[in-house]
């Protein structure tokens, strides 16, 4: 017996990490693009960008990021980002959802930049978990021609000692990454186990 329904959303984010990423603007500056689309498989990072965003075309012409990981309690931060962009001229589609340039994201939402050790865009200091990587692969899917799937390489991992257990372990008692989940934010629960792979 089951209880489902067959629906159809407006959008599929069913729950993922928010991405704070950092990418080179043609100035020098670092950009700040909130995404939600992201997966990692070993030390690569696999993300969806939207096509004419700014993150997607600095990318294209300076292949490093910082993939910084809010914990939950950022959400307001992460969220005050949201409506703005570092695309100038604002494309037309992004005007219609009520976006507005601003060129310094890090004033706008009140966070710290601080600098990066393998790459050139800065990272965010509030961000518990930072990944500094490049680029290796940047592809449009002929499927969908509105986004593009971006392949990283994580070169440096920052992590802020409150989450950490031993040398190389993040504690997952003491992480809480901000996820979105239906275009709502969470935080996470109570642990209810463990793989049986786990170190920690």
């Known amino acids: 017996m089951t209880s489902h329904v067959t629906i159809h959303p407006k959008i599929l984010y069913y729950g993922t990490p928010v991405v704070l990423l950092c990418t080179e603007n043609q100035d020098g500056t670092t950009n700040i693009s909130p995404i939600s689309s992201s997966w990692a498989l070993g030390n690569y990072v696999i993300l969806g960008l939207g096509l004419g965003s700014q993150g997607l075309e600095n990318l294209r012409e300076r292949p490093e990021c910082v993939l910084n990981l809010p914990n939950a309690s950022l959400w307001q931060q992460v969220e005050a980002l949201a409506p703005l962009t570092g695309r100038n001229p604002m494309p037309a589609y992004k005007k219609e959802l009520g976006f507005r340039y601003e060129p310094d994201k890090f004033t706008a939402a009140k966070l710290t930049q601080v600098p990066s050790e393998t790459v050139r865009p800065g990272r965010i200091g509030e961000c518990p978990l930072q990944l500094e990587a490049i680029v290796r692969s940047i592809r449009i899917p002929e ?58």
């Open 143 to 200: 499927y969908a021609q509105m986004f593009a799937i971006v392949e990283t390489e994580v070169t440096r991992v920052h992590a802020d000692k409150q989450i950490v257990r031993g040398e190389h372990h993040i504690n997952p008692a003491a992480w809480n990454p901000l996820l979105y989940n239906f275009r709502h934010y969470y935080g996470l629960g109570s642990e209810l186990g463990k793989t049986y792979r786990s170190e920690t």
